[in-house]
């Protein structure tokens, strides 16, 4: 089965909402590609290949392990190309360490899916936010720093 641009975009959401980085990943066709075009100078911005995107995606961060998310949702927003879509990604839930309640625009993604896979996803996350909410600002703007 081939799925649209919006069915795999519903897959990425449930896929987030439950934390299975395999899964949203196993939505990328196997020579898809996956960039951060607002990396900072010299780090790696573009990943060729499901193998590198794995690698990427599906490590273990220290803000993801704090942020219990309880809600996701997505707002897609339809191009003029029928293969691509914008998305808008909101992330609902809790701090476990502090408990506090949180809601934020976690990423916009622009998604381009050929043959129901992935192809390209140029993703725009908002880091600084998920920092804040999981209590980390300030070591990840230390670690900005060396």
Do not use: C, W
Request: no cysteine.
């Amino acid at each position: 089965m081939t799925f649209t641009p919006v069915q795999v975009v519903e897959r990425l959401r449930a896929a987030m909402e439950v934390k299975d980085r395999a899964a949203f990943v196993d939505e990328f066709a196997a020579d898809g590609v996956y960039e951060l075009p607002f990396s900072l100078a010299g780090a790696p911005s573009r990943f060729e290949g499901i193998d590198a995107i794995r690698a990427l995606l599906v490590r273990d961060s220290p803000m993801s392990n704090v942020m219990e998310f309880h809600r996701v949702s997505a707002q897609v927003h339809q191009s003029t190309d029928p293969e691509t879509v914008t998305v808008e990604f909101t992330v609902e839930g809790k701090n476990t360490t502090s408990g506090e309640p949180f809601s934020f625009l976690s990423s916009v993604g622009v998604i381009r899916v050929v043959d129901g896979r992935i192809k390209h996803y140029r993703d725009y996350p908002s880091v600084l936010r998920g920092a804040q909410v999981a209590g980390m600002l300030k070591p990840y703007a230390e670690s900005l720093a060396k």
